[in-house]
């Protein structure tokens, strides 16, 4: 089974810095997605950005950045710029290729607040 | 708006008492899930539905069932409502396109056990 691991449960950062959320995880599988979910206070769950494994480069998504390390199993998520906006619980996620009916195996989640 | 729509948004339930959550996709998604949130632990998967017609276990199925009634509709019963099941719930629905399931989530359901 995948386990994904969030090891900061809280963030702050000053509006206008970059930030970086940590995460890692542990599969046996090849094949999978990642992903950085954003949920505000208002509960709804969006999507940040995603990366495929077997793609090297690494997601962008306009402020927000992957570094993206296979072999250390590590997915961290970089915003720059930060925003009032940003302000949120943000959840790593995996989902395995193999048989898996797209579930997804979530991370703790991180609490991000950003100051004015 | 085309999504997942969750009923209800809240509700409040004595231990012992048993409720369902109703969940629907205007979407023509194949697979449904139910998922719980709980502080510190992130979404865990309950059931899910790779398709109509079936269903099968996730990770957290206990005190739960789950009824695959068309394709639309994916709903989730608590039979004997316990305060361990306290939680916001959400259902997703997506579909498969080159591998990749691209999700869409409902707005949650938070359910108080007193």
């Known amino acids: 089974a995948q386990t994904v691991t969030q090891s900061q449960p809280e963030m702050s950062v000053q509006e206008a810095e970059t930030v970086t959320l940590s995460c890692t995880y542990d599969t046996s599988e090849n094949n999978y997605y990642l992903f950085w979910y954003k949920q505000p206070p208002s509960r709804q769950m969006i999507l940040v950005i995603r990366?495929?494994?077997?793609?090297?480069q690494n997601a962008t998504e306009n402020r927000f950045s992957v570094n993206f390390q296979k072999a250390a199993k590590s997915f961290s998520l970089k915003i720059s710029d930060s925003q009032l906006g940003d302000t949120a619980m943000y959840f790593c996620?995996?989902?395995?290729?193999?048989?898996?009916?797209?579930?997804?195996?979530f991370g703790q989640g991180t609490i991000l607040t950003v100051h004015p | 708006n085309a999504g997942v729509t969750q009923t209800p948004k809240f509700q409040v339930l004595k231990t012992g008492q048993s409720m369902t959550l109703q969940c629907a996709q205007d979407m023509n998604h194949n697979s449904m899930y139910w998922y719980r949130q709980d502080p510190g632990m992130g979404l865990r998967l309950i059931y899910y539905?790779?398709?109509?017609?079936?269903?099968d276990k996730g990770e957290v199925p206990n005190g739960y069932n789950v009824s695959r009634l068309n394709k639309r509709e994916f709903s989730l019963r608590l039979e004997s409502a316990a305060p361990s099941q306290t939680s916001v719930y959400f259902c997703a629905s997506s579909e498969a396109v080159g591998g990749y399931y691209g999700y869409t989530f409902g707005s949650g359901t938070r359910l108080t056990v007193v």
């Open positions: 990366q495929e494994a077997y793609k090297q």
């Open positions: 996620a995996f989902m395995s290729l193999a048989r898996s009916y797209g579930k997804l195996t």
């Open positions: 539905s790779a398709s109509e017609g079936t269903t």
